[in-house]
């Protein structure tokens, strides 16, 4: 497969975008070559400049799980626009999709929208420490959420990627305010709730962790950590940027049946255009301005493009089928590359909930991001390359997550496990 035209479009991008691209993981460092520039997407297909094909496990890293171009979204979006793109004012369409997020979310009583998810969680951190007048934050090694300051430090994905996990330009002090834990290990929270008792403001968790591959809860860890937040009157807030919507519609605390304080949403909920929430118990959404003293705002949050999407998304996610068969193809397909891997000998941990799935070439179960630090990263991207070549885009990097979508079928499946018993196979023989 040759990618003479990406090769050209990424020299072109270098001269005026940082890096060449507008977010780290997309350069591909991880796994080596030249980032893929992609034209068009159709249903579980991506379209390259170069006039490959591929089928997309990546889906712009989880908010398409309609697939791409989804004709309803489309169609909502289309008429959004010929409206106006943004007011300014409030419109009756975000208080659509509050009511269809609040439905799913009954812990989000009341929400407010934001443009990423950066900006939800940002938010969400400030209102816990003006909520409760505390400062310290608790969050968990590889747990990513988003790129603001309190939570650069131990960050999964792309920072974890780049093995930059504290970014210079985060102040020591801001830094010094954040607690970091390590994943599924209660002891370590319990010492640090002895410790600090009254002045952890909040625990933040990805209830199943997505941005070190994917990482799931032991049992009991999550109720647990809603205990000891209660009892320590700090508040608990899910990043479900991830398994919002994904999981199941109302996400991991649906599945988990815990109550979180806070929650923070993105990635499906915007369709595909940018947007992100955060919302929770109203007694504490009430402390946001205007009707309280912590601020927090912007200038398209809300708009009416990404609320429509974000509607259109949701509607057709109330398809009772499509989480059953999402979980059957995904379950599928799992099974299938286990099956390759250990014929040919190669340790791996293939994890999977719902439709997000991640294999760690690894010896050891994989329970926190020191075990997950343990995975052959050069496998992965001999594995990705291999992958790529024969028209499978997975994700370019060991430390995150694969999606399955809705327009997924049957027969991409069969393809993607064929594509792995040959890319492994290529991978074993010798290089002559
Ligand atoms: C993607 C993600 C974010 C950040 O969202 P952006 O829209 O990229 O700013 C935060 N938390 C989690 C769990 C995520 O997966």
Redesign the pocket.
């Known amino acids: 497969m040759k990618f003479e035209r990406s090769i050209s479009a990424f020299s072109r991008a270098r001269r005026t975008i940082a890096g060449g691209v507008n977010?780290p993981v997309r350069a591909f460092r991880a796994v080596g070559g030249t980032p893929v520039f992609m034209k068009e997407g159709r249903e579980a297909t991506l379209f390259d400049l170069d006039g490959h094909e591929f089928i997309d496990y990546v889906l712009s890293?989880?908010p398409l799980i309609l697939g791409h171009a989804h004709p309803a979204v489309v169609k909502a979006i289309q008429s959004a626009a010929l409206r106006g793109t943004s007011f300014g004012t409030p419109t009756e369409a975000e208080s659509e999709l509050a009511e269809l997020v609040s439905a799913r979310f009954p812990s989000m009583q009341r929400l407010r929208f934001t443009s990423?998810?950066?900006?939800a969680?940002m938010s969400t951190v400030r209102l816990a420490r003006g909520f409760t007048k505390r400062d310290l934050i608790v969050k968990f090694a590889g747990?990513?959420?988003?790129?603001a300051d309190a939570f650069l430090i131990a960050a999964g994905?792309g920072a974890l990627t780049h093995g930059v996990p504290d970014s210079p330009g985060v102040p020591a002090g801001v830094a010094a305010d954040t607690l970091v834990l390590p994943f599924n290990d209660m002891e370590a929270v319990r010492e640090a709730f002895e410790r600090h008792a009254r002045r952890i403001a909040a625990v933040i968790v990805?209830p199943y962790a997505?941005?070190m591959g994917l990482v799931l809860p032991r049992g009991g860890y999550l109720r647990f950590l809603r205990e000891v937040t209660q009892q320590a009157g700090s508040l608990l807030i899910f990043?479900e940027?991830?398994t919002g919507f994904r999981v199941a519609p109302g996400g991991a605390q649906e599945v988990e049946g815990i109550v979180p304080d806070l929650t923070?949403l993105?990635?499906i909920l915007g369709g595909g255009l940018?947007a992100?929430a955060f919302g929770g118990r109203a007694d504490i959404m009430q402390e946001l301005s205007p009707e309280g003293p912590v601020y927090q705002a912007g200038t398209l949050s809300g708009n009416p493009l990404a609320m429509a999407a974000g509607v259109a998304t949701l509607r057709a996610l109330e398809d009772q089928q499509l989480y059953a068969r999402l979980e059957d193809l995904s379950a599928q397909l799992c099974d299938g590359l286990t099956a390759v891997f250990d014929r040919h000998g190669i340790a791996n941990q293939t994890y999977r909930t719902a439709s997000m799935f991640c294999t760690f070439f690894a010896d050891r179960p994989v329970h926190d991001l020191e075990t997950a630090g343990a995975a052959d990263t050069n496998l992965y991207a001999k594995y990705f390359q291999a992958m790529l070549a024969r028209g499978v885009y997975l994700p370019p990097s060991q430390f995150e997550t694969a999606f399955l979508s809705a327009a997924h079928t049957q027969r991409d499946i069969e393809r993607t496990i064929a594509a792995a018993e040959e890319a492994v196979e290529s991978l074993l023989i010798p290089a002559r």
């Open positions: 977010s890293w989880g990423s998810g950066t900006e969680t747990c990513y959420h988003g790129h994905s990805e997505g941005n990043d940027m991830i923070t993105g990635k940018p992100g």
